[in-house]
């Protein structure tokens, strides 16, 4: 069973910096494409962060120049650098991935930006 688990969420100032994890169960490379989603209340689902097998990434505009995602095969692990973090951020930060088609989610963490 594929399983993906974030962790690193919580409380930040405006202007600070939070790193997100997403633990995969097996090799990130047997994703063909992962990603970081966030959800505010009352909205819908965005998507934030892309990386692909390649390693080739994308980025939500809102977030272009303050966050980066990566990948750490041998630790079989996503992250999502968050910097100069803005109130508008605030939301549940949820890890993806595609294997073999079929599409896998984590259970969310949680980030708050007080202004």
């Known amino acids: 069973q594929v399983q993906l688990v974030e962790s690193g969420g919580g409380l930040v100032q405006a202007g600070g910096s939070l790193r997100l994890s997403c633990a995969a169960s097996g090799s990130v490379f047997s994703f063909n494409i992962m990603g970081w989603y966030r959800q505010a209340p009352g909205k819908e689902r965005e998507l934030v962060a892309t990386?692909?097998?390649?390693?080739?990434?994308n980025y939500v505009d809102a977030v272009k120049g303050r966050f980066t995602i990566s990948r750490d095969n041998a630790k079989n692990t996503m992250y999502l650098q968050m910097n100069r973090l803005k109130p508008e951020d605030t939301a549940v930060y949820y890890c993806?991935?595609?294997?073999?088609?079929?599409?896998?989610w984590g259970q969310g963490t949680q980030v708050t930006v007080a202004s």
């Open positions: 990386i692909h097998i390649g390693g080739t990434t």
């Open positions: 993806h991935g595609v294997r073999s088609g079929i599409s896998h």
